[in-house]
């Protein structure tokens, strides 16, 4: 197909993009890293630097238009592959943004939003990706488009469902200490615990049990590991797929 | 722009659709209306035919393509007065469904679905919309596209809702007979209360107040009216925006 002129672009049919707002609880080692909140807590995800109009140069959430063959569930893993190099623990479609004005001048695209926890262990280093870098949603760049409006809604989503046990897994695996299970409900929620009440309160809530395991964290001294006692929550754990999804799934491996 | 041959139809850029699924508590009279399931308390939704391939013949949900200077609710909006001629008393945006093959073998649409509540006095008369025809939800005919998953889904959020009594609003007013809110909670949930339980355990909850008014329900005897005590729930009445169609919204109005 030829390339459309000015006004064409304009009044075209409006066209798909998937982009997906990636959580970790701390940015891998090697990459570049935007400043960090003051107090510490926090939670990172990558941005991908535009090399093209509209917005040239800002930063961007990862992501692209969506191809003739490629279903959106697979353009958001496709995605948050190439920026992370990582498969996602939880991935879900978060909403779908289609303001008239938020492509600027250019060919409208309305663009279906996923968000997505992936889990980093301590200090794995991980190969540089051109054009990206990883920031505290505390501290953002200005973001290209609405891409602001989409990490506030995904923050407000990961809020609503933090009270699931499910989070936390999805972050830090199976087996963790208190303080690495502290860290996420303050980077999540936003706030700072007092270590020994966040302790005491967990251990008395009779959620978690210890593994027996034992792990350095740091430079403190070796923190006894645990695990949730529940079930965590099944759907968090395992998202209902959509009917349309389930259908999908089913074609791709039959 | 010139029309795509079958091969360009195939591979060209997915397109965007727009489609609502529109619960109301009984079809609008002199409507034409399909077989009610027996026992009674359901919801009903209007279908279109559609007229032209693919799935030419087929019921489908009220929906079109997004033109490229309507926003997305601004489309489910306009569908949903084109098939009632009402105003939602609340619309949400509910998924997208892209699955790859989900338009068969013409260009492919990704749908974002929108779900709205409407209010239908009884018996208002409404105007005949041609191939517009108003469907139980439990006696659903065979659906285009994967539109039956869609109204799956609908349902389902719908029920995880119904515990607010912003959905008995929505669809009653401010003012009912406790009989009118035993429809709704039968309606949404698929049951079929008891009327003296229904109404000893909403007597004895101390959600509703009689407004002192009396009203005739039919052949029975007059009922007395009743309003919600509390509040009804607020993300339920005034559905929260997310921040790119507040955005939207300013900049029309302004």
Known sequence: MRALN????????????VSTVIFALQPPA????????????????????RTRAPFTGRWALPGGPLAWDTSLEESARSTLHE????SPRY?????????????ATDLRVVT??????IALADRTPMESVE??????????????????DIVALARRRLRAKATYTGVAVRFLGEEFTLGELRRVHDAVLGRTSDPANFRRRMLASGRVEPTGAVR???????????????EPDAELL?????????????????
Chains 1, 2 share one sequence.
């Open 83 to 86: 920026a992370t190099g990582l």
């Open 216 to 230: 350095r964290d740091g430079a403190h001294r070796p923190a006894r590991c645990y695990r949730f006692v529940a």
């Open 112 to 117: 279906v939003a996923y968000w997505a926890l």
């Open 6 to 17: 000015v006004s064409e672009r304009r009044t075209a049919p409006p066209r798909v993009g």
């Open 30 to 49: 090697g990459q570049p890293v935007g400043d960090a909140p003051h107090d510490g807590a926090t939670l990172w995800l990558p941005l991908v630097r």
């Open 131 to 148: 054009n990206v870098a990883w920031y505290s949603v505390d501290a953002l760049p200005p973001l290209a488009f609405d891409h602001a």
């Open 91 to 103: 991935l879900e479609q978060l909403y779908t943004f289609g303001g008239r004005d938020r492509s």
């Open 238 to 254: 395992t998202p209902a797929p959509t009917p349309a999804e389930t259908t999908e799934r089913k074609r791709r491996t039959s």
